[in-house]
């Protein structure tokens, strides 16, 4: 799904865009929720109380306040520290999401930028959700 999450193209007032490590755009999350694929449709969407859906409606999973993430059996699949450093559910760092945006593998390489984002959002779109 990521690229459910790593959603989304072209670019909308108020969107956040998700870009590759080219720089080039790969899909946008609107202002209402709306995860859009790099043609502008629609792929998926994050609900107000943090439940993510694919195209088809259903939940795939879910973002909580805290930082955490959880699979569509409820189960933790990873979180993201107040720093911005991403965990697996093991607790092993898989990535982080700096705060300009740009997005890290776990050995630091960029792969990508979210821009305008939340970091739970940038987190759930390049590691948890794809």
């Known amino acids: 799904m990521m690229m459910m999450v790593a959603f989304l193209g072209m670019t909308t007032v108020n969107a956040q865009t998700l870009r590759g490590s080219n720089g080039q755009s790969i899909g946008r999350i609107d202002r209402d929720g709306t995860i859009r694929g790099s043609n502008g449709q629609s792929i998926g969407r994050y609900d107000n109380n943090g439940t993510v859906r694919g195209s088809n409606g259903q939940s795939i999973g ?28 093991n607790g092993q760092t898989i990535g982080k ?12 390489r960029s792969i990508g930028k979210a821009q305008n984002c939340d970091p739970k959002q940038a987190a759930a779109s390049f590691f948890f959700y794809k």
């Not at 979180?79 to 559910?89: E, M, W, Y």
């Not at 300009?100 to 050995?107: E, K, L, M």
């Open 97 to 108: 999401v700096e705060r300009d945006g740009t997005i890290r593998d776990a050995n630091g």
């Open 62 to 89: 879910r973002i909580e306040n805290n930082g955490t993430f959880r699979g569509s059996n409820g189960q933790s699949i990873g979180r993201i520290d107040n720093d911005g450093t991403v965990r697996g559910s």
